[in-house]
């Protein structure tokens, strides 16, 4: 059974939120809690991206987060700021890449937590969101701390987001957090706040131990979808089909294979697995070998279609986003494949990405329509599983090549009985 829900509000009466990054976690958070009757001051460092937030347009294409936006700034429950103002709750949503040595750049969350330290009052909760190295919580309430020690007691915590693009809003709203603060009473705070727009479970635990958390659960996937890769290509070396492979050994009661494709893309699963990595090198032993596994498979990709257009074949790249339905270019594998292969082989490669309307930076290939590109022969490269793609009629796919590295073209699934009827 689930606990009892905390419905009011915060103890010390939260009604306002500074939310410093209006990206895909920050700018879905920052309308959600608007929605929810709290004042919310949104913060972005970008001129661009206030002033087309401002205008109540969403620069993230991202289901129903306009209409919330829109929403939140008739109601004049939204504000847009270069400068975080004072608040209750400051959540911090900024982006952590990953920099040379595949280590972590924190530059952004440090930033952010300087430009909040002036609006700081005693008694606040600054949470942060961002995906970080285990100890950055503890990081930012030292800088805190030192930029304004007459201050009494901030509260810290983190509370790592775990949205899937494409269904953020509902996710947001759904899925089980988890929230660690650096102090008991911090971890109390943050997981008061949380439960004011989330349906899901809130676990309360620690900061460290949250941080952890989040870069476990983007390992477990990057690491299990480096093993459906490697699969794939033992299956290629025995000509055996690994999407038959993998539908049966899942037929097993404790055996869940995911899926192979041209490789891990997004800016999480592909990047945080080194967040790990990084702080405990001589330990962490499966989790570079599974970010090489990938490389392994996205170059195994490109030379196969590469040795086709070697012998004159073009090559129509099907989707160039990092997974299907989403118009996300980061880390994108089919973006770097398709990239790659026009590179080598000029005038031989189209791209079809249905999300764009010219060839993004880096491409030097003509961006088609589906429909245009059908009008041309040559090889099919499924790099991205959109729904448009997988839908294409029998027709449109007959007497031609296809290289369909995400299986969205096999027949559904046979039962075993049918099989050997
Ligand atoms: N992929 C495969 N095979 C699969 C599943 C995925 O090749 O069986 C590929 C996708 O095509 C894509 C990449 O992996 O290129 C990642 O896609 P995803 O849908 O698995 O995940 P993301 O990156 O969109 O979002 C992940 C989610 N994390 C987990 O599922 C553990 C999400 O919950 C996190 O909030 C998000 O990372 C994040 O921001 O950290």
Redesign the pocket.
């Given at each position: 059974m689930r606990k009892p829900r905390f419905h009011g509000k915060l103890p010390g009466m939260t009604t306002s939120v500074t939310v410093l990054g209006l990206g895909?976690?920050g700018l879905p958070t920052a309308a959600l809690l608007a929605s929810r009757g709290l004042r919310v001051h949104g913060v972005d460092t970008s001129a661009a991206v206030r002033a087309t937030l401002a205008a109540g347009r969403s620069h993230i294409a991202e289901a129903d987060v306009e209409a919330l936006l829109e929403r939140a700034l008739r109601a004049g429950l939204f504000t847009l700021h270069a400068e975080p103002p004072p608040a209750d709750v400051f959540v911090i949503a900024v982006p952590t890449p990953l920099g040379p040595g595949h280590a972590p750049m924190l530059g952004h969350v440090l930033d952010a937590a300087r430009a909040l330290a002036p609006a700081l009052r005693s008694g606040d909760l600054v949470l942060l969101e961002s995906?970080s190295p285990i100890g950055t919580t503890a990081r930012i309430a030292e800088l805190l701390r030192g930029l304004r020690p007459e201050l009494g007691e901030v509260h810290v915590a983190y509370g790592?987001?775990?949205?899937?693009?494409?269904r953020i809003l509902a996710?947001l709203v759904e899925?089980d957090r988890v929230a660690g603060g650096l102090t008991p009473e911090a971890t109390r705070r943050a997981v008061a706040f949380y439960r004011l727009f989330v349906r899901g479970e809130v676990h309360a635990t620690d900061a460290a131990t949250a941080e952890m958390v989040?870069l476990s659960?983007?390992a477990?996937?990057?690491v299990?979808?480096a093993f459906?890769?490697e699969l794939s290509l033992i299956a290629g070396r025995h000509e055996l089909d690994v999407w038959r492979v993998i539908e049966l050994a899942n037929r097993h009661p404790r055996v869940n294979i995911?899926?192979?494709?041209?490789?891990?893309?997004?800016?999480?699963?592909?990047v945080?697995p080194w967040f790990l990595a990084h702080g405990a090198p001589e330990a962490a032993r499966l989790i570079p070998a599974a970010r090489a596994v990938d490389a392994a498979k996205r170059a195994a990709v490109l030379e196969q279609a590469s040795a086709l257009c070697a012998a004159g074949e073009r090559v129509i790249c099907l989707g160039l986003a990092?997974?299907?339905d989403?118009d996300?270019l980061r880390?994108?594998?089919?973006l770097a494949i398709a990239a790659a292969l026009a590179q080598r082989h000029p005038g031989l490669v189209v791209a079809v990405e249905p999300h764009l309307d010219a060839p993004p930076a880096g491409l030097e290939a003509p961006l088609l329509s589906l429909d245009a590109a059908l009008e041309l022969p040559g090889t099919l490269l499924v790099l991205?599983?959109h729904r448009v793609f997988a839908r294409l009629p029998p027709a449109a796919l007959a007497g031609r090549r296809i290289i369909d590295t995400?299986g969205i073209f096999r027949r559904p699934i046979v039962p075993h009985r049918e099989e050997n009827a």
């Open positions: 895909y976690v995906t790592p987001e775990r949205v899937l693009p494409g996710e899925n989040k659960e983007n477990f996937r990057d299990n979808i459906a890769n995911l899926k192979p494709g041209p490789g891990v893309g997004g800016h999480c699963i592909a945080d990092f997974k299907g989403v996300d880390e994108s594998p089919a991205t599983d995400r």
